[in-house]
Every structure is written in structure tokens, then in C-alpha cells.
């Protein structure tokens, strides 16, 4: 079964910090996505990449980068935490469309920003 | 962009009982809708999609159906058992060439034995 490792369960940072969350996929999925997951607003797509070296903004990019240096690992960069960003994260990967369109979720990463 | 609309965001049940979990997409050239299962704490998991083709898929307790023509879909599970207690979401393609899926905002489903 496909599996995706996300680094951690649980971070605290403090605010104006730089945080890196690593998301691993070992199934060879062509597409790589990274979802922000808040109580009564469902998942929102932040950022997306179809290929390595590759990205596409999602609905939700405004204080995160995104890098995929190799096909099986996409990291999500917050280049200086803020509050607003406490937050679960989720990644998820996709062999591609055309028939392989399922989603497969890390089970998420949960960020608090102090 | 798509939108993508669900309703309720929360629906309570007693065990046995029918659920029905209705969205509406914006994008007549969306082609492919899945369901996805979030138990408390644990990721979420495809259960069931349908593609444009098909009017309406089952699967045991779970049918999902599909208006083209209104740009509805809904997600019906009979039998309600308390397992079947977490939050779904539907979700509907946003693009032409790689799938990049829009979610709706939730159900979050509560059987009561």
C-alpha cells in the first residue's frame, strides 16, 4: 500500500521563525500536494507539484514555499511563522490523472505557532 | 476557479438510520468526484468516486449519485452504524490537465447508537 510519511505529528514554533515540514511518498506518484486543514473551512490547497523541481500555487500560498529537489519528497517552508498559520497540515501524493486520480494523505502535522 | 459547495456541515443520526451528504461544483468541465472518509485523528481515505459518465456508483452501504446537467452530486449511506461516525468530504477537479482537486468545506456525521 502506497504510504506517505509526514516528519512530524506535533510542532510548536515561536512566531518569525523558519519551519520545514517534510512530506516523504514511496510509490513514485508523479503529484505532490500540500493542504492546511481548519475546523469548518475543509481543505485547502496551498501549494502543488507535478513533477520534481516543479511547483503551482494553490488557493492559499501567501507565507509558504514549497521545494521538491527529488520526485518522492516535497517540503513545505514557512519562511516566517505567524500565528495564523497554528494549523494541521496534510500532504497527500497522486500517481496522476487519467485513472489515477486518488489522493493518498500523510496523516498530517499539527502546528502551533506561539 | 472551481467552487464547490457541501451541505450539511453537520448531521447527526440515529444508528440505522439513512445519511445524505449533498454538494454542488461550478465547473461543468469537471469529470471526476470523490469521497473522502476522515475518522477523528487519522487521515482522510477514499471511499468512493464516480466519474462523469455514471449517473450513480454503490458500494455495499455507501451509493454515491451524480446530476451533470445540475452540477450536484450527494453521498448516501444506509444502515448508519456508529463506525461510520467522522467527517466527509466531497471534492471535484479543478483542471484540465494533472488532477488537482477542490474540497468542500465537510460533513461531519455523528451516529448515535
Redo the contacts between chains.
Sequence with gaps: DVKVTQSSRYLVKRTGEKVFLECVQDMDHENMFWYRQDPGLGLRLIYFSYDVKMKEKGDIPEGYSVSREKKERFSLILESASTNQTSMYLCASSLDSGGSEKLFFGSGTQLSVL | ?ENVE?HP?TLSVQEGDSAVIKCTYSDSASN?F?W?KQELG?????II?IRSNVGEKKDQRIAVTLNKTAKHFSLHITETQPEDSAVY?CAA?ASG??????????TSLIVHP
Design positions: 476557479g457541501q456541515s471526476y470523490p473522502y487519522k487521515r482522510p481515505q477514499l468516486d468530504f477537479d490537465g494533472s488532477y488537482i482537486p477542490t474540497f468542500g468545506r465537510g
